[in-house]
């Protein structure tokens, strides 16, 4: 519908003029958006300030929802109060809708409920009258029907203008309403207008006279890297209202503020930056309400360990200015005590070390009878929450920056609306008010007020009707614009269309995308359309809409990245530091793994055995493979303390073997449903194992998990054999259990470097005589040993050795070899195999391996 048919059309010049004159010509400015109102605010101070003023009357410049709302408002605080009945809040609206499509039976009820409210307003928006088409708005009509039933005492946003209508004579008019920017008026916007009964008037954008070009780039990170350092560029050259457009803003705001970040602040500086991202992000994702609602989970249920992690860490709970150091070195802890889920009293018992955080945990569970299991009205939840909060000592103990105290701020009018929800919703458990405040915060979008910015980054629809000194819109390929059509489902898709909803058809949609087009080729002096050629390994094509354009290069100056900055600052010196100082000690803690990562990289075991630097523990669900590995080796070490030798292996094992998985159970801690599982998963690798055991010639278990002390190189090592077994073929086998599913194999043994040398270690420092060395492979399915021997058939599948003596001489070799380089300081970054060695360390960021080996080598390729 052409909004300036048939009613006077203003300049823009004019408009500003009638501003100007204040109350003495009273004027209001309605806007499709709060942007444009913005926007056009900011024209407006400019207009008066370049006549020599310094003070004016603020205009009245609006969006038009808050226009109606206004005067919504004014009539409740007047003499219609009675006759106008509660509006609703959007919170109440969608748990209206949640209530009527939930009694259908529905599954997927929020999403309905939502696309639901949609439908709503756009019936009322373009006056379709919903019905029969198909199931979807046949489903909608009947949902409306008890929609209606339910609301037929308050209103709804979606009513509000057709609702005021009647009241319109008895309120408060301006003499003048001027519909600013309006590409579409909907009939219901329409019939308002006309029904305010004041003049009604037109304005929009003056059309600009603009250089226009069209640039390509090789991919979208490219073309976002250059819309910044263009933007910047015309910053620097005097530009005062810059506009980058961006399509994909909503999917990747995350990344456009990282990109425009980094060019406008090379240096990291925490100056206030020149640009605004006009699209907010969901409440929920804010630190301070992030920590809000995991204190309010945590309070009743069972959390994920990560935010756990995130709430020990946060500077938003009582006392954590204070327990600053205590609290990060219980989060390392607690990745080692808890698991991949953490409850309250767990936590609580962990902080023992941090007094003030624990004081405040536990009064969080002096709480938890008061809504565990209870029921409650919404408004008694808010409170109740709020409790909860001012028992966290939330949001903590040092004063919040601007942001941080606007956004507290919006978390309080979230906890508002959960309790406005008391005059629709009925009681509710702790779990359904949690969601429905999680919910509440997930849908809102916002974002902290911060002083006027020259460059505005902007979503495609918000840009319409804003004009700029130098305009470049982003990502206009042919998949991206024009805008495919999505229509409503719960409305008849020929009325949509008949009414002409842009989104309803293709035609509608590339009409009005035509449009805006045309309207940001007017609205700046210099406008600069882009588009990315590549996707991945795909070609992508522009839009048919700038595709007649000519493509032209934009210059764009280079600015220098941080690490130029970084590098510009101070002088590069180039150090050969591969050797520490000599290890002073003769005991050196880390047992037997201090070679082995010698052997690995120097400077792992530097890192690890000097400097005490290990990867925090990832919690994982359930049991991880170290304590799944532990979980063996205590099942096998209590079950060879029952069995002694060979001779026990003919009788009945069932009862060796459920004391043992018992044992092992037990010694882990392991509890409720997973020590049932685990004990039962025990005992049956203990029968499967003890197969592979009967094959073996006689023996007799002389050792189980055996603390020695071992030398090489003049130091001291703790050593610790899982087995160790006489053999009757003479001598002893020293046996080692291997539990994981990776490649395994003797080979591993091999010097120079071993990458397992902990057996050959065992081998040539104990008093005993060693005659072979197997790892066991404890694995269901997999179940062998697999070692050297010096005799024949000492044990199944062990290889005997070519030449045992001289295997031992090696060995030992090595081991003096590795010793004397670890005692000698030796600490260079040499992993063995690349990046293969380098996978699982955890020490990358202290190393910067990454900056010395470029390429992944290829998997490392060994059988037996």
């Not at 206004?70 to 009945?85: N, T, V």
């Not at 990344?255 to 100056?271: D, H, I, L, N, W």
């Not at 600053?324 to 936590?347: C, H, I, Q, T, Y």
């Amino acid at each position: 519908m052409d909004p300036g048919a048939a009613l006077p059309i203003l300049r823009k010049s004019e408009l500003f003029e009638r501003l100007a004159r204040g109350r003495s010509a009273p004027v209001t400015v309605v806007t499709p958006n709060k942007r444009l109102s913005r926007a056009l605010m900011l024209e407006f101070d400019a207009f008066q300030i370049a006549k020599g003023l310094s003070v004016w009357e603020a205009p009245d410049i609006l969006p038009f929802g808050v226009f109606v709302q206004r005067l919504y408002e004014d009539g409740r605080y007047a003499d219609l109060s009675a006759a106008l009945p509660m509006l609703l809040t959007p919170a109440q609206e969608e748990e209206l809708w949640k209530q009527v499509v939930g009694g259908s039976g529905l599954l997927a009820v929020e999403g309905a409920a939502a696309k639901c409210r949609d439908a709503w307003t756009l019936a009322n928006l373009w006056r379709i009258r919903p019905g029969a088409g198909n199931q979807d708005t046949e489903a909608f009509a009947r949902w409306l029907t008890h929609y209606k039933k339910k609301t037929e005492n308050d209103l709804d946003t979606p009513r509000l203008p057709d609702a005021l209508q009647r009241f319109l004579p008895e309120l408060k008019r301006p003499k003048l309403v001027v519909a600013y920017a309006f590409d579409i008026l909907p009939p219901q916007t329409k019939e308002f207008l006309d029904a305010l009964g004041t003049e009604i008037a037109f304005c929009r954008p003056d059309p600009r006279s603009a250089t226009v070009s069209r640039a390509a780039f090789d991919s979208a990170k490219r073309e976002i890297e250059a819309a910044a350092q263009w933007a910047r560029a015309r910053l620097e050259a005097g530009g005062k209202r810059i506009g980058v457009v961006v399509p994909s803003l909503p999917e990747d705001r995350k990344e456009v503020a990282r990109v425009f970040s980094r060019v406008m602040r090379p240096g990291g500086e925490k100056a206030a930056m020149p640009f605004n991202i006009s699209i907010g992000i969901p409440l929920e994702r804010y630190p301070v309400v992030a920590l809000a609602l995991s204190v309010l989970r945590v309070s009743q249920e069972e959390i994920p360990f990560e935010e756990a992690s995130r709430l020990v860490r946060s500077p938003f709970i009582g006392g954590a200015e204070t327990e600053l150091g205590a609290r990060m070195r219980l989060e390392a802890r607690l990745r080692e005590k808890l698991g991949a889920s953490v409850v309250l009293p767990k936590l609580i018992a962990a902080a023992g070390q941090t007094p003030l955080l624990r004081a405040r945990l536990e009064k969080l569970y002096a709480l938890r009878e008061t809504g565990l299991f209870s029921q409650k009205t919404p408004a008694e939840w808010a409170r109740h929450f709020s409790s909860v909060l001012e028992a966290a000592g939330f949001p903590g103990e040092r004063a919040l920056d601007s942001d941080e105290f606007q956004t507290q701020a919006k978390w309080h009018e979230a906890l508002g609306e959960l309790s406005r929800l008391d005059r629709i919703s009925k009681e509710m458990s702790f779990s359904q008010a949690f969601q429905t405040l999680r919910k509440i915060c997930a849908d809102t979008l916002f974002q902290p007020e911060t002083p006027d910015t020259p460059i505005q980054v902007l979503g495609l629809l918000e840009s319409a009707g804003v004009e700029f000194d130098h305009l470049w819109v982003t990502g206009l390929t042919d998949e991206a614009w024009p805008l495919k059509s999505s229509p409503n489902p719960f409305l008849p898709l020929a009325q949509q269309r008949k009414a002409g909803i842009p989104e309803a058809s293709a035609e509608t949609s590339l009409a009005l995308d035509r449009r805006i087009t045309d309207g940001w080729k007017q609205a700046a002096g210099e406008v600069v359309f882009s588009h990315f050629t590549k996707e991945e390994d795909r070609d992508v094509l522009p839009s048919p809409l700038i595709a007649d354009l000519p493509e032209k290069a934009v210059e764009i100056p280079a600015f220098s990245k941080l690490r130029d900055v970084i590098f510009a600052s101070g002088k590069t010196e180039t150090l050969q530091d591969r050797v520490a100082p000599a290890v002073r000690e003769k005991q050196v803690r880390g047992g037997t793994r201090v070679l082995s990562d010698q052997s690995a990289c120097p400077f792992r075991a530097f890192a690890r055995h000097r400097l005490h630097a290990e990867e925090l523990e990832k919690p994982a669900e359930g049991l991880d493979a170290s304590k799944r590995g532990k979980l063996v080796h205590e099942l096998m070490k209590h079950l060879w303390g029952l069995l002694k030798d060979s001779s026990s292996l003919q009788g009945n094992l069932d009862s060796a073997i459920e004391q043992a998985a018992a044992a092992a159970v037990e010694e882990l801690e392991l509890e409720g449903r997973l020590a049932v599982l685990e004990r039962s998963r025990m005992a049956r690798i203990a029968r499967e194992w003890l197969e592979v055991e009967r094959s073996r010639p006689e023996f007799s278990v002389v050792g189980v998990e055996d603390k020695r002390k071992i030398s090489f190189a003049g130091l001291e090592f703790d050593a610790r054999i899982d087995r160790m077994d006489k053999l009757s073929s003479g001598g002893h086998a020293i046996i080692d259990y291997k539990t994981g599913g990776g490649n395994i194999t003797p080979k591993r043994w091999e010097p120079p470097r071993p990458d397992e040398p902990q057996l050959p270690l065992y081998a040539i420092s104990v008093s005993e005589e060693v005659t072979a060395v197997a790892f066991a492979k404890v694995r269901p399915g997999e179940m062998r040993f697999m070692g050297y021997s010096r005799d024949d058939k000492a044990i199944p599948k062990v290889q005997k050795a070519r030449a045992w003596e001289p295997l031992l001489r090696d060995w030992k070799a090595e081991a003096e070899r590795l010793g004397q380089s670890f005692a000698a300081g030796e600490a260079g970054v040499d992993p063995k195999k690349d990046l293969i060695t380098c996978r699982y360390c955890g020490l990358e960021t202290l190393c910067r391996v990454y900056e010395k080996i470029n390429v992944l080598a290829e998997e490392e390729s060994e059988e037996w």
